[in-house]
């Protein structure tokens, strides 16, 4: 019977021994397996897996390994299970935790630091020293569920309660899987200073990050706000979401067209979530004097920048790693109040058993695909409108 020592759980949610699991096997291999149900410890719940979204990061680790790291190393062969922007019930508490009560749905966010290295002490637990150290005789408690732990391409997962995020009974399943993804662009503008109202933004980029920082500036009273891009479909799906202005990359200078938007002027602000080859060196020439950039998303190859025209200007340039500084609970708090809808950005449902297709959609971007969604609870595949 499933128990662990001063474990709370509920006749309401009876909780299996054992679970469905995708495993990663070889670069690019995925394979369903089963596995123990883990119990929760201190300070943490066990929370049962209502809907997970796929991000481009788990495409990256599928494929490449990094920035998953398990046991010190690649995250290959080693019973692992990625999978990071889930959503659930509490189904057991851990010894304690009286913060959450059995049955309550949740979202999470990613990091759980260590809580005792210097950046945790300061509040930047997304930045911790520990990261990845939670294994044998380094365990420091650090926590990064589908990236240094396992995530959510399975049926149940442990959380650390600072990772929790209480949603209303109003915002569906496939919605809450979006509240770290609008707390990423939330994460970002808040280290670009997060006093954005009546500033001009640009946000360079429309995959999911980038359409949800479009729709949290706006939230969050920017103006203008102005997205760029290579794709009408994405473009389109930014101005429903707050865009005062949208660019083409393809059909025009995106600098010179930035500034004559804004008045002549470059912006105040650029959230950089491309990763284009160019992008950091057209973002720096898009702010104006004095301007901030966050770059928000990470290219594989090295790219080159315009050092000289940064000091010259006094730009300020920003990396942001995941979701920050409880931005996912200000995040949260906009879509609950409905300031924007984030479903709008979440295309396609598949069954958990159905990941690999799942997978492919995301990746190859099948029927437009943006947010792909997999529920545990047997769904069958289909569409939802984006348009
Ligand atoms: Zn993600
Ligand atoms: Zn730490």
């Known amino acids: 019977m499933y128990a662990g020592p001063g474990v709370k759980t509920s006749p309401d949610f009876p909780i299996p021994d054992k679970m469905k699991a995708w495993i990663l096997g070889n670069p690019g291999e995925l394979k369903l397996t089963e596995k123990a149900v883990p119990v929760p410890k201190r300070a943490e719940v066990l929370v049962r897996i209502d809907a997970v979204a796929i991000c481009a990061t788990d495409l990256e680790i599928i494929d490449y390994g990094s920035p998953a790291m398990i046991e010190g190393g690649k995250p290959f062969n080693k019973n692992f299970t990625p999978g990071h922007e889930y959503m659930g019930t509490v189904v057991a508490l851990g010894p304690g935790v009286d913060e959450y009560k059995i049955g309550q749905r949740v979202t999470v966010e990613i990091h759980a630091g260590c809580g005792q290295c210097k950046r945790c002490r300061e509040g930047m637990y997304t930045s911790c020293h520990n990261y990845g150290l939670n294994y044998g005789d380094v365990d420091k408690g650090h926590r990064a569920n589908g990236f240094t732990t396992d995530g959510g391409f399975c049926e149940y997962q442990v959380n650390n309660i600072n990772t929790l995020v209480a949603i209303p009974d109003i915002m569906s399943d496939e919605e809450a899987t ?196 997999v529920k545990a609870k047997g769904v069958s595949a289909h569409r939802v409108a984006a348009e």
Do not use: W
Request: net charge positive.
């Open 178 to 373: 979006l509240v770290v993804t609008a707390g990423t662009a939330m994460y970002g503008l808040t280290e670009l200073g997060g006093l954005v109202a009546g500033e001009s933004v640009v946000v360079t980029g429309p995959g999911p990050i980038g359409l949800l920082g479009v729709a949290v500036a706006k939230a969050m009273g920017a103006t203008p706000v102005i997205l760029t891009g290579t794709r009408d479909n994405r473009l389109k799906i930014g101005k429903e979401l707050g865009a005062d202005h949208v660019i083409n990359v393809r059909n025009e200078n995106v600098v010179e067209a930035v500034k004559r938007l804004n008045g002549g002027k470059g912006v105040d602000y650029v959230v950089e979530c491309s990763g284009a080859a160019n992008a950091v060196t057209e973002a720096v020439r898009m702010v104006n004097r004095g301007g901030k950039v966050c770059l928000a998303a990470f290219p594989h190859e090295e790219t080159p920048v315009d050092v000289a025209h940064i000091v010259r200007n006094n730009i300020y340039l920003f990396g942001i790693r995941g979701e920050g500084k409880s931005a996912t609970h200000r995040a949260e708090a906009f879509m609950s109040q409905k300031r924007f809808d984030a479903t709008k950005i979440h295309t396609h449902t598949f069954a958990l058993d159905d990941l690999p297709t799942a997978i492919r959609y995301a990746k190859d971007r099948v029927d437009d695909a943006i947010k792909v969604v």
